[in-house]
């Protein structure tokens, strides 16, 4: 089975700091994706990359950034968090090479910023 | 760009009705179409994909849906759910034109099933 992973489920930090969210896939997939969560909107895609060092700006990355140096791992980084970055952020990933491919999804993070 | 729109935030549903969750979209290009289930405090899942061929699509724990493309939606179906159904259930479109690598979701449907 495929296992992707958060490193946490629950996160408490303060308004200016730096977060490192991190995800680790097992499958050897080339995309993975970082998507927040919020009540009534759905997911909304913060950055996606298809390969190490690669990476596309998804419909809301304003505010975050994001490393891939490995390709099992996918990090976002919130540079100096803000009250309006609470929020569930999730984590997924997917093959390149198969069209419109199931993307397999971490359990999430609950990151609220104070 | 496309967008996705699911006219229900919240389907309240007894056991062993049947329930349709709604779900229409908008695009200038052609789609692939997908409904991800996500139960309580977990990530989310496949249920089912529309790629191409017959518009009927069915998916797991007997869930199907129908692609309409002059009415522009893909509704969701199950005959009789049970109380384990209850989850919410999102749709989501991907374009051709990428290979489907990147989806756009609509706001989500609650399903709360009732005894």
């Known amino acids: 089975d495929v296992k992707v992973t958060q490193s946490s489920r629950y996160l408490v930090k303060r308004t200016g700091e730096k977060v490192f969210l991190e995800c680790v896939q097992d499958m050897d997939h080339e995309n993975m994706f970082w998507y927040r969560q919020d009540p009534g909107l759905g997911l909304r895609l913060i950055y996606f990359?298809?390969?190490?060092?690669?990476?596309e700006k998804g419909d809301i990355p304003e505010g975050y950034s994001v490393s891939r140096e490995k390709k099992e791992r996918f990090s976002l980084i919130l540079e100096s968090a803000s009250t309006n970055q609470t929020s569930m952020y999730l984590c997924?990933?997917?093959?390149?090479?198969?069209?419109?491919?199931?993307?397999?999804f971490g359990p999430g993070t609950r990151l609220t910023v104070l | 760009a496309q967008s996705v729109t699911q006219l229900d935030s919240q389907v309240p549903v007894f056991e062993e009705a049947p329930v349709e969750l709604r779900c229409n979209y908008s695009?200038?290009?052609?789609?692939?179409l997908f409904w991800y289930v996500q139960y309580p405090n977990q990530g989310l899942q496949l249920l089912l994909k529309?790629?191409?061929?017959?518009?009927l699509v069915k998916g797991i724990n007997g869930f199907e849906a129908e692609f309409n493309k002059s009415q522009t939606s893909f509704h969701l179906r199950k005959p009789s759910v049970h109380i384990s159904d209850t989850a919410e259930y999102f749709c989501a479109v991907s374009d051709r034109n990428n290979a489907g690598n990147m989806l756009t979701f609509g706001g989500g449907t609650r399903l709360m099933v009732k005894p």
């Open positions: 990359s298809y390969d190490v060092k690669m990476k």
């Open positions: 529309y790629l191409s061929g017959s518009t």
């Open positions: 695009s200038s290009v052609s789609v692939y």
């Open positions: 997924a990933s997917s093959f390149a090479g198969i069209v419109a491919d199931t993307q397999y």
